[in-house]
């Protein structure tokens, strides 16, 4: 059932494109066109649903409801508001570094968007199936890094500079651990490529072999896209909004809009690491693939919005000191006790 | 390499200064070197303008006071002021005096509970203790027909009567309150990332908080069980059975918990209020005019801050010739700037929030 709308629709194009004379080459270039327009208008319009979800999330831990006047339900309500900060005056304040400050904002939605090419979306509906796959996100995503610095830095402001060197150190703590609790799932698999990761997870789902490193990788995700406990970035209560905290209008909600693009990444990535990908949990294969993975996909943006919404913030030492002296190791002893698993296992012949 | 300390000016605009409280740091990387606090933005002058106003005039001003627990400072000035015309309040009025102090004082906890959850990062647990804090808001906006500034106090009495409506909501509230208060320990106290964010920071040694007068929670988060309603019974607090709960530490997590155990005792002193609420005038016999002797009076109430103090100095005219007011959170400011020395700039607002200052009180 809709299992192959999608790639129906590719392989209808490619039909069309050749019945019409266009050479192969030429025609695999506008598939790809097409499915790189279709993946950066998925991401940006889901990021507006996502906004909503966190406020209806967030108000029913809250004992609120949440907005509910624009549209039915309130759907319509983040609509509303971009529509009001694209209307809103960008500030540019006087003595900032002109050309960063503004290139910070629109510079944020690229490592989101870049590591989007290589997820898949379903069986066979990766854009692009890398060979380095999960290389290939992990090296992307690290560079949102130095766009966050770039907004701090450019800011003219000690709010912003601050947040700006607190998102280089937790950045820079937690790719580590990251990384590391990745390499756990790449040592079972014996692969970089996320299809195949995703197709040895037919029999189990790696979440049950690797329990520690899907926690370490969740924790450092968290920490990743800078959400509670880990908001020091932005600490609002702190350093009012970070290295956010001069702009206004747009330039504030494209870092906004960025932060839901990242936190789709890490929930897309934890999916594929360790929750099957698009595969159907005990064989029920009467929902396509695709909606296998949104449906762990969100499973696990829920659990980022009720973290968020129920746990204070942690301060900066003891981020750092997490980071080194608990992550670090732990996901190390991860890779030490899967490699020697992993021996054990092929010496007993299973 | 070398590196050197800047200047970071945090407030009067900051979402965490609890106001236009306006601090100046001095910061080697996050670690404060130096603080200094910059009070007086929301100065208006109350005690300037109660010099052109009749006694009962005044006690509006108090309201604007600490605008959290304006009950408490309606109490504090009446209270001086009873004192220096000698005063006998009716037995009922005082009980009433009770019942929409400690209702007041728990609306105050309440919200210092609920903004140092904010304080430390987590929002929802500010929502949670505004929700309830409503209930209490109800309950004395049926008293005193407004929600936040009462002037519900007279001089010799109170306003009004208790209406009989007033009971039935404040029962269930008094008997929901624990089970509340376990929700804000579930939800806020227990947290791990709270525990290690409060415990041990910015600690307040029982010398240095009696050496800087220190009062009220601040204090007595320090272990020192100093509560005017205990050591010096005012009105009928001496009747009443109440633990007064103290901390061991003197740290943000210290103080932060004696509130809440503050609300939980106060809703013990309401209950037992109302089952002991005696019959009779709730008015003292008052002149028309009120025109204290010449001479000057000083009375303290517990407020929820700490103690307040006012002080009353009459010429024998129908206006006050000086009304001073002994602000418990501009008092326990007195030691901020010491005490956030060495901290990040996360534990100053930290700090800052466990002392539960309220701007209007601090200005005055």
Redesign the interface.
């Known amino acids: 059932m809709g299992e192959n709308i999608f790639t129906g629709i590719a392989a209808g194009l490619r039909t069309i494109l050749a019945g019409a004379g266009v050479p192969p080459l030429a025609s695999e270039f506008i598939v790809m066109l097409v499915k790189l327009v279709a993946v950066i208008v998925f991401v940006s319009l889901n990021v507006i649903w996502l906004v909503y979800m966190e406020r209806k999330v967030?108000a029913y831990?809250?004992?609120?409801i949440g907005p509910n006047r624009v549209g039915p339900k309130g759907l319509l309500q983040t609509v509303a508001d971009v529509v009001k900060l694209l209307a809103k005056e960008i500030i540019i304040p006087r003595r900032v570094d002109k050309v960063v400050y503004l290139a910070a904002p629109i510079l944020v939605f690229v490592p989101p968007m870049m590591a989007f090419a290589v997820i898949p979306w379903g069986e066979g509906m990766a854009p692009i199936d890398l060979n380095i796959g999960v290389f290939y996100v992990l090296a992307v995503a690290s560079l949102s890094t130095i766009i966050f610095w770039m907004g701090g830095w450019s800011s003219n402001n000690?709010?912003s500079l601050?947040g700006g060197?607190r998102v280089v150190a937790q950045m820079v703590s937690y790719e580590l651990p990251l990384v590391l609790s990745l390499l756990g799932v790449i040592m079972l698999t014996g692969t970089l490529s996320i299809t195949e990761i995703v197709n040895a997870q037919r029999g189990t789902w790696f979440i049950f072999a690797q329990p520690l490193a899907f926690l370490i990788y969740f924790i450092a995700g968290v920490s990743e896209v800078n959400r509670?406990?880990f908001?020091?970035v932005e600490?609002?209560?702190?350093?009012?909004a970070g290295p956010y905290t001069e702009y206004s209008g747009m330039g504030y909600a494209m870092y906004m809009l960025a932060e839901y693009g990242s936190m789709m990444v890490i929930s897309c990535m934890c999916t594929i690491m360790f929750l099957g990908g698009w595969l159907a949990p005990f064989g029920w294969t009467f929902l396509p693939s695709w909606f296998w993975f949104f449906i762990k996909v969100y499973a696990m943006i829920f659990i980022f919005m009720w973290i968020r919404?129920?746990?204070?913030?942690?301060?900066?030492?003891?981020l750092m000191a997490f980071g080194w002296k608990v992550l670090v190791p732990l996901s190390l002893a991860n890779i030490f006790v899967t490699g020697v698993g992993m021996y054990i296992y092929r010496a007993i012949g299973w | 390499m070398k590196t050197q300390t800047y200047v970071l000016n945090m407030g009067p605009q900051h979402p965490s200064t609890h106001g236009v409280f306006r601090i100046i740091l001095e910061l080697d990387g996050e670690v404060v070197v130096k603080a200094t606090s910059v009070p007086g933005y929301l100065h208006r002058g109350i005690e300037k303008l109660a010099e052109a106003r009749t006694y009962t005039q005044v006690i509006p001003y108090t309201d604007r006071m600490d605008y959290l627990a304006s009950m408490l400072m309606n109490w504090g000035y009446v209270a001086a002021v009873e004192k220096l015309m000698g005063i006998e309040v009716p037995e009922r009025a005082e009980y009433i005096r009770v019942i929409v102090g400690e209702l007041s004082r728990i609306a105050s906890h309440l919200v210092a509970v609920g903004t140092y959850s904010v304080d430390i990062g987590g929002f929802t647990g500010f929502l949670y203790c505004f929700r309830d804090r409503e209930r209490v808001l109800d309950l004395l906006e049926m008293v005193s027909g407004s929600r936040m500034t009462f002037s519900y106090f007279r001089i010799g009495g109170v306003a009004d009567d208790l209406p009989p409506e007033f009971f039935p909501p404040l029962e269930k509230f008094l008997k929901d309150l624990p089970s509340l208060c376990d929700e804000y320990d579930g939800l806020i106290t227990g947290n791990e990332i709270f525990q290690a964010r409060t415990k041990y920071v910015g600690i307040i040694t029982p010398e240095m908080g009696i050496n800087y007068s220190l009062t009220g929670p601040v204090l007595r988060g320090s272990g020192i069980p100093y509560d005017l309603r205990k050591v010096r019974p005012y009105g009928v607090y001496d009747r009443f059975d109440f633990e007064v709960p103290v901390g061991k530490n003197g740290d943000c997590f210290d103080r932060f918990v004696c509130r809440i155990k503050e609300i939980r005792q106060s809703a013990r002193i309401i209950q037992q209020a109302i089952e002991g609420l005696p019959e009779g005038p709730i008015m003292a016999k008052m002149p028309k005019v009120i025109k204290p002797p010449a001479g000057e009076a000083y009375a303290e109430i517990e407020s929820s801050k700490g103690v307040l103090g006012c002080y009353v100095v009459s010429d024998g005219s129908p206006k006050p010739y000086r009304v001073h007011f002994r602000r418990p959170s501009f008092i326990n400011l007195g030691y901020l700037d010491e005490l956030l020395v060495g901290w990040k700039i996360a534990d100053v607002i930290a700090i800052l929030g466990s002392l539960d200052i309220v701007l209007g009180e601090v200005d005055c």
């Open positions: 967030c831990i809250q004992c609120r000690k709010y601050v060197m509670t406990p908001d020091l600490g609002e209560s702190e350093i009012i919404w129920t746990y204070p913030r942690i301060r900066v030492d003891q």
